[in-house]
């Protein structure tokens, strides 16, 4: 029997990180006077986001082990003509699941930024806006209705906008800031006109209410055209997960969001923001599930984002950048998994990325203060010996991402493309295509960072902008710049706690999250039109068998030709990839231009966006409104006037002449019409 969970409860999960954030963010700041210092400032925030955690996990507990859900309205802000809107919490397998991912990976990130803001200036304010960003995250996560999800949906945004540029005096942090928060607000038009329709025809903005009269809606048409309604919305949604999900062409923000500190990144980028995105398309099933044309839509915009996306990671030099293009492609999987109907699976991968992508990102901020905030890969090579902890720890989340088996992102990356294959939706055959060829793209891009990285000649001392500056926005406090050394326990700690999920938490999830009752009543798929699920159940035999089958699979032949070719490449023939790249120069460049999406963007979309909103000032603004109506309205009264008023001479015979001129005009109106 099912349970009901403690409306006390849950709302301590959202407002311990609040509580904290404020009083670090008042108390701890020039703006409340630096009542308290920074051991204070970190021990409220960490503080409020392990309480979160806890009681997280023991909700999880409760959903798994008892059945227990939750699904009310905490408080009711206003009531127009019959659309309520409030807030309020649905707890099931999903949230549940979400909530504990979100509160322990940023419980790591709280952790490691007390070693890597060591010396930060704005050390108390960096703690408030992570702990904010949590709440934010939490009340996505858990809302029960539409009006919270883009609650938090905005706030998300608004706080990644803070910390993408922390450092505000960096001009390249501040226009990253600004280049995510627009490129967002693209998407968020998308998401919001979704949400209206849903509003509009469904009269309601409560999750369950909407969903019950999905089958209605599935019989409309949008007005005035002949598309189904239902398509028009889930578009219409999936436009915003584009934006938050840094999906192509609203990818853009996402590598210059690297310009914000390490931390963050692991945050933004692994466990929370990017994957709302992924998380709102899983539960808004019901709807998609009615749309085979959206889930195509999704599924090719996902293909070309795994696929496309891992191409730029192969070509970048930036330790931070590789990860951040690892995050894209990663990205384009689970939206993959979701185009084909594999929810579970998407959901899946979301949460095993989070662990080992969190993991690379943290490992690579070890790094990058191991050798004393330089973040170029060509300057680094043989830090195993030097930092051993951040070695191993990164080398698990390595073999994670490329899908090793018995490792966590083995498990949800084969299920996806085992889940495309099963697909017979348009597009389904390059979405094929993209995912197995992904697989050797991120092998080889991944264990190229790690190679240059970790092994090979020690190049750390021969990098010529060592002393030019640091990439990452503060002075090195860290030690003498030609002896790298393991971060403090701070920074390692946080790595290991990662690692162990990273490496296990596939094995033990795999059965009752796709295969068993785990989103039962979170997710809904209609087996017999979207049947990949079903036989992803029938052929699957337990992890184990899993992963010994795999050992003759496709998959791991390209990953491991991609492993091998990265340590040919970098480590026993380097003088091979400078060839190749002369050789296929124009496509190198092309790489490095990054598909020239960004001149795209600033030179035709913000200049002809520019240029468009120039001529409707010019000519409808000044020309019609201000030239046409009201000047020209004023004119033409002045002008009539002028006539008129030639007539009013006050003398009788000119009224009489006038009158009798109109009766002949009358009169001779009347005749003509006879």
Not at 109 to 134: A, K, P, Q, W
Not at 585 to 608: A, H, S
Request: hydrophobic share 50%; net charge negative.
């Amino acid at each position: 029997m099912s349970q009901t969970l403690s409306v006390s409860n849950l709302l301590i999960v959202p407002l311990a990180p609040l509580v904290g954030s404020v009083l670090a963010g008042i108390l701890g700041t020039k703006f409340g006077g630096n009542v308290i210092g920074r051991r204070a400032s970190h021990t409220v925030t960490i503080l409020g986001v392990l309480i979160a955690f806890i009681v997280s996990a023991l909700t999880l507990q409760s959903v798994v082990q008892d059945g227990a859900r939750f699904n009310e309205t905490i408080y009711t802000w206003m009531v127009v003509g019959g659309l309520k809107m409030e807030v309020g919490f649905l707890v099931d397998g999903l949230t549940a699941m979400m909530m504990c991912v979100v509160t322990f990976v940023s419980l790591m990130v709280h952790i490691y930024t007390i070693g890597y803001m060591e010396e930060d200036e704005g050390y108390n304010r960096f703690f408030s806006y992570i702990s904010l960003f949590t709440f934010s995250m939490l009340m996505l996560v858990m809302s029960n209705n539409m009006l919270q999800l883009f609650f938090g949906w905005e706030a998300v945004g608004l706080v990644s906008y803070l910390l993408i540029g922390f450092w505000f005096n960096k001009p390249t942090a501040i226009f990253a800031n600004m280049k995510a928060f627009m490129v967002n607000r693209v998407g968020d038009f998308g998401f919001i006109l979704g949400i209206g329709l849903i509003a509009s025809f469904a009269g309601t903005l409560n999750y369950a209410e909407a969903f019950a009269k999905s089958a209605e809606l599935s019989a409309l048409n949008l007005p005035g055209t002949d598309w189904m309604l239902v398509t028009v919305i889930c578009i219409c949604l999936f436009i915003g997960a584009m934006g938050k999900s840094a999906q192509f062409p609203l990818h853009i923000w996402l590598p210059d969001s690297m310009e914000g500190p390490t931390p963050i990144s692991a945050l933004i980028h692994a466990a929370t923001m990017v994957t709302a995105g992924i998380f709102m398309v899983a539960r808004m099933s019901p709807f998609f599930e009615l749309s085979d044309t959206a889930l195509s839509f999704v599924m090719v915009i996902g293909s070309i984002t795994a696929l496309f996306m891992g191409f730029l990671g192969i070509v970048q030099n930036d330790i931070k950048r590789v990860v951040a293009y690892s995050t894209l492609s990663q990205l384009g999987y689970m939206t993959v998994a979701l185009g084909a109907s594999a929810y579970s699976v998407a959901v899946f991968h979301l949460m095993t990325h989070a662990f080992f992508k969190a993991l690379l990102f943290l490992a690579a901020g070890s790094v990058i203060m191991g050798v004393h905030h330089n973040q170029d890969i060509r300057w680094m090579g043989g830090l195993r010996k030097y930092m051993p902890i951040t070695w191993i720890t990164s080398l698990l989340g390595s073999l994670a991402l490329i899908g090793t088996p018995f490792f966590a992102g083995f498990y949800s990356k084969d299920s996806i493309i085992e889940a495309v294959m099963e697909s017979h939706l348009p597009g389904a055959g390059f979405a094929q295509f993209a995912v197995l060829a992904g697989v050797f793209v991120t092998a080889f891009y991944s264990f190229r960072m790690y190679f240059l990285v970790f092994h090979g000649k020690e190049r750390f001392d021969q990098n010529p902008d060592a002393h030019d500056g640091h990439h990452d926005g503060h002075d090195d406090h860290h030690g003498d710049a030609h002896h790298p050394h393991e971060s403090p326990w701070v920074v390692t700690v946080p790595l290991v706690l990662l690692a162990i999920p990273s490496v296990v938490i596939g094995y033990l999830a795999i059965g009752p999250m796709l295969f068993g009752d785990f989103f039962k009543d979170s997710i809904f798929v209609n087996s017999e039109l979207h049947p990949a699920m079903e036989e992803l159940k029938h052929a699957f035999h337990g992890p184990m068998q899993m992963a010994m089958h795999s050992l003759t699979s496709l998959p791991l032949l390209l990953a491991t030709a991609g492993v091998l070719l990265a340590y040919v490449f970098y480590m026993l023939k380097p003088e091979w990839p400078a060839a190749i790249k002369r050789t296929f120069m124009p496509i190198f460049i092309l790489l490095e231009n990054k598909y020239y999406m960004d001149w795209i963007n600033e030179n035709i979309v913000v200049k002809g966006g520019q240029a468009l909103g120039r001529a409707f000032w010019k000519v409808g603004d000044q020309a019609i409104i201000d030239g046409g109506i009201v000047n020209g309205s004023w004119k033409l009264i002045g002008v009539v006037s002028s006539v008129v008023r030639k007539v009013q001479t006050g003398y009788l015979y000119h009224y009489a002449m006038v009158m009798i001129l109109g009766i002949f005009v009358l009169m001779t109106y009347f005749v003509f019409r006879t």
